[in-house]
Structure formats: C-alpha cells, structure tokens
C-alpha cells in the first residue's frame, strides 16, 4: 500500500447542458385508429416553456399536492417500466426532484386526469433523465447544469455512472449525501468496473466497519482516490491503540467538515510522542474539538503560541485535559487578544509571559473588550492598570465582552500599600528615595502587608532577621513568592537535599528557582561527580546559578556522554512531572 499523496482535487468538466424536453418533440398526426393523439394546437405553449423560470431556492409548487403525486406516480412508472430504472431508483428520483416534477406538469396539456396526461406525455417526449438523476442528490438545477453530459439523456447510458453510484448506495451512504461527493470527486464515479467496491473493501479488511467508513467518506471522498489514504489509517491506528472504538471516533466526526488527516495525523503523532496516548479517549470525550477542528490545525497553531512563551508538552497536554466547552479558535483567538491587550497598555514581555503560564485557561476563554474602552471605562492609565493586573490577574475576567464594567476605585489602597512597601523597606535598612530601593519597590509583587509575611516565613525557618534583612536587600525578588512556595522551597532544601537553612545566608536567590531546574540541574551535577569531571565540592549558588545556555557549556559538555544523558534526564523529569499533574 503506498502512500496516498496530498491530491488536489481536479475540477469537474462544466458541460452545456441541453433542454432535452424541446429538443425531443416528436410531431403526431391525426390517425383514425387513434384519435386521441389528435391536437388543434400544440401540446404546450413554446413561449411559457421557454420563458418559465422556477426559484428553485424557495420552490413553492403551483400545483396541488394531488396532481404532484400523480405526476410522480406517472413519472416511476416511465422510469421503472419504459426505461427499465430499478424501482426504488425510480421512485426515489421522481419523489426527491420537485422542481423537475414541476416544470414536467407545466409542460403537459392536463386533458382529463393528470396521471394520465403526464403518461402520454412521457410516452412521446424522453426527458433529460439526468436533471431529476442530480436534483434527488440535492442538487439545486442552478448546481447541477453544469454536471449534465452534454449528448447523453438517458441514465443507462452512463454505465459507469449508475454502477458506482450503486456501489456507494449498497455501501450505505444515503443517497442525498452522494450529491456532496460528486461535487468534491466526480472521479470516484467514472471508474471501471469493480473498481471502487475493490477500494472499499480494503478499508473493510483493516478492520474499518461500513458505518464508520460511510460516514467518513461523506466527509472526505478523497478516501476513494488513489490508494488508501496512509494519514487516515495512521490516525485511526493511533486512536484506536489509546482505546477509542470507531464508532466513537465517528461520533464525534462532523459531515460539515472536510478533514486533512495528514494534519490530523501530525497532531495525534505529537501528543502521543509526549505520553499522552492514552489519555485520547478522555481527551476526546471532554474536548474533541482539540484533536479534529479544523483538522487539528487550531490545536497546532495553539501549541505553537504556548511553546513560545514557555509552556512545555506536559503543561500543554495537561491543560487540554482541562479545556473549556469552546471551539479551539475561540480559545486562541482570545488568548492572542488578551497577549496584545496586555502589550498596548505597555506591560513587560517577562510580565506577560508569567500571566500566560500562570493563567492559560482563564485567557483563552476571555473576550476582552477592546483596550481604549476600557481605559476609558475604567478611568485609569496603561501603568495603573499593569499594576491592577499584576496584583490580581482574575480581575480581568470583569471586563469580557457583554458584561458591564465599572470604573477602578480611586488608588488610596494602592497608596496605602505603597506606604507599607516603604516602610518594609526603610525597616530592612534601605535609604529613603534612594536608587536601590525604587528599584525594590519595582521587583516587589504583592501588597505591602504581604512582604512582611513573606518575610516572617524566612526568619521562623531559623534564620534572623538580621540575616534575612541582608538576604532581601541581596535578592529582593525572593519576597515576590507566597508564603506557601516559599515554605515548599526551604523545606526542599533542607529535608530532601539535605543542606542546612543558612545555605540561604550565601544563596537567598534559591527561592527563585522551581523545584523541577534544581533537581534537573543537581542530578546532572552528581552524575559528573560520580564520573570524575566536576569538583565534588561545588557550592549551590554554582550549580544552579548560572543560565542553562551556561550550565551546559559549563558542566554538560564535559563529558561526551553528558549531552545525551542531559536529554534522558530531562525527559525521566518532564514524564515524573506530567504523572503528578
């Protein structure tokens, strides 16, 4: 079985069609043996027949429902009897073209009962049998003009024709979804004999029932052009070892839709290369929008967006787990416009990069209005409102589209936590106005009386505050942390690294770091140690200070073995992490 390439589909032939009705007239003349067929003037007025046009958009008949039915009735027989139609072909086109019906009735001169006149009529005028044929498709005539072979009028002329189109029939697709696939790959009915049930039995022989395989050629007829499609059968294969039958694959699988499954495949191919096969059936169940909009192109385009500011593989896959009931567009629309309202009202990149990863799933499901309202709405200015944000990112969600916003409230509490800063800081033994502390009071996040909270948390794991003064003066940045992170850090490093609490006298920047780079970067260090290559006596600060562009210069490449054992490492680490989540 090759591999099916990206095929784009060849337009279909625009044949003139003929209006085979006039084309046809047969003129009759006056017998004595058969005195009914004698007219005094013709059988329809040429002037209205040509001239009739039906909106075939908002078709409204001008005859009763009693004369349709017996035109129709009148119209099966002639299919079935004189044209040697199947019966139920024959009654589903003449039940399923109104409008052919319509125009029909409007061409026969009602003499007696109407069933009649119609069977006369039919008997001497062959109708274009394809123009009722495409509008039992679901084919408006507007549509179908241009499918009409230009010098065939009978179905049984085209073999080829009504042999796949009862070979898709006997497969299972309705008959008025067939219209959709001749119009995407009008090939699929041109092939030989035996062709095309050849093709669907190959899919029927991996395993792929007629109900699933019906549907997703109404979908995607390009399924049936050429040789199977490699993509669509990766996808599957993929979905189906994660546990997910095909008939809920199929649940899930919109007729609207045309899907791109080598687009389909990459995606199915990422997540699981991250572990996250298994967890397809759950995925698709809460939110199957992630694996098949747009044939996974939104998710592609969303991992893309997360990946640039930091999200890993397991964060991502992890959120999808969580993701709202909302279209994967929507999602990242809004998240594209929450990142652009936050850079017009001048927040720092490094900023905003910490509100997205904090906060994923709250921004991608938020329409924000636009930013010149909402200064406006809220009377402030881009600095006040980067800090109202930076405080409390949840604030944001009062000012989605549609919900009525009010005006901050005047900055006294903004200055009454600035006063505490202040104070804090002049206690920690820093100058009033001075360069330092401006810059100290800009690292701090938080409010004021949150500082000295923070700051309690250091001193009562055994350090004083003398120490602890001249630790924040350091690294201020280590206050910006809540008083449970930080609690989770010093109890890190002192009950699973084992070094002692005044490690932090000399290094106060470790409670800056996450506790996944720490146990990467020491793990990789006490490897180096056991091989030879590092000083066994290296300090903290050391090890986990410096950049990773650094480490890896520094310690890694040390020895020929280490940048693949680093990959390993970070892979066991990322895997352990995803689990915990």
């Known amino acids: 079985m090759t591999h099916l390439h990206k095929v784009r589909l060849l337009p279909i032939l625009k044949w003139v069609s003929s209006n085979f009705v006039d084309c046809y007239k047969i003129p009759f003349f006056c017998t004595a043996n058969n005195p009914r067929f004698y007219r005094t003037k013709k059988v329809c007025d040429n002037g209205n027949v040509d001239n009739t046009s039906i909106d075939d958009e908002q078709f409204n008949s001008k005859f009763s429902v009693a004369a349709t039915t017996e035109a129709q009735a009148a119209l099966v027989d002639y299919l079935h009897s004189t044209r040697s139609l199947h019966i139920t072909d024959a009654e ?96 699929v009915f041109r092939y030989a004999h035996g062709v095309l049930a050849t093709k ?96 996974g192109d939104r998710t592609l385009s969303l991992i893309v967006f997360l990946v640039k500011f930091g999200f890993s593989m397991n964060e991502i896959c992890s959120m999808f787990l969580q993701f709202p009931q909302m279209q994967v567009g929507k999602f990242l629309l809004n998240m594209r416009q929450c990142y652009l309202f936050l850079t017009e009202i001048e927040m720092e990149i490094l900023e905003i990069g910490n509100i997205i990863r904090s906060h994923p799933l709250m921004l991608g499901s938020l329409a924000l209005k636009k930013t010149n309202s909402l200064l406006s709405i809220l009377n402030v200015g881009k600095k006040r409102l980067c800090d109202t944000i930076l405080e409390n990112p949840q604030e944001m969600k009062n000012w989605a589209k549609g919900s009525k916003v009010r005006p901050l409230p005047k900055s006294g509490e903004r200055l009454r936590s600035r006063m505490l800063k202040n104070k804090f800081l002049l206690d920690l033994g820093f100058l009033e106005n001075s360069s330092e502390m401006e810059k100290a009071l800009k690292g701090f996040r938080g409010r004021g009386t949150e500082l000295q909270e923070r700051f309690d948390c250091i001193t009562l794991a055994g350090l004083n505050k003398k120490v602890v003064c001249e630790m924040v003066r350091t690294s201020p940045q280590i206050l910006n942390q809540t008083k449970d992170v930080i609690n989770m850090k010093i109890s890190f490093l002192v009950n ?44 903290l600060s050391t090890v986990i200070g410096c950049s990773d562009k650094v480490f890896l210069k520094r310690y890694v490449q040390l020895h020929p073995g280490g940048p693949e054992f680093w990959q390993d490492l970070k892979k066991k680490f990322d895997s352990e992490q995803s689990h915990v989540v």
Not at 108 to 126: A, E, I, K, W
Not at 235 to 242: A, P, Q
């Open 496 to 539: 699973e690294l084992g070094y002692p609490i005044v490690s932090l006298i000399t290094f106060p920047a470790f409670l800056c770091y996450t506790i996944p780079t720490i146990k990467l970067r020491l793990a990789m260090y006490n490897w180096l140690k056991d091989q030879g290559k590092v000083d066994p006596m290296l300090s």
């Open 200 to 295: 669907l039995q190959a899919y029927e022989e991996l395993g792929l029932d007629r109900s699933f395989m019906s549907k997703m050629i109404v979908c995607c007829p390009s399924l049936v052009i050429g040789d199977a499609n490699i993509d669509f059968i990766k996808s599957i294969d993929i979905l189906r070892k994660g546990g997910i039958e095909c008939y809920r694959i199929e649940e899930h699988i919109s007729e609207e839709c045309s899907y791109n499954w080598s687009h389909v495949h990459a995606l199915l191919n990422l997540l699981c290369k991250n572990g996250y096969s298994e967890l397809l059936g759950g995925l698709l169940s809460q939110s199957p929008g992630v694996l098949f909009e747009d044939s």
């Open 92 to 187: 589903y086109l003449s039940k399923n073209s109104p409008v052919f019906v319509e125009k029909l009735l409007q061409k026969v001169h009602l003499d007696g009962g109407v069933g009649g006149s119609v069977t006369r009529f039919l008997r001497y005028h062959p109708i274009n049998e394809f123009e009722p044929f495409f509008e039992s498709l679901g084919f408006r005539p507007s549509q179908y003009r241009h499918f009409l072979p230009r010098n065939l009028m009978f179905l049984s002329d085209d073999e080829l024709l009504l042999e796949n189109f009862n070979v898709l029939c006997n497969y299972g697709i309705p008959r008025i979804k067939i219209g959709g696939i001749y119009k995407k790959a009008g090939e």
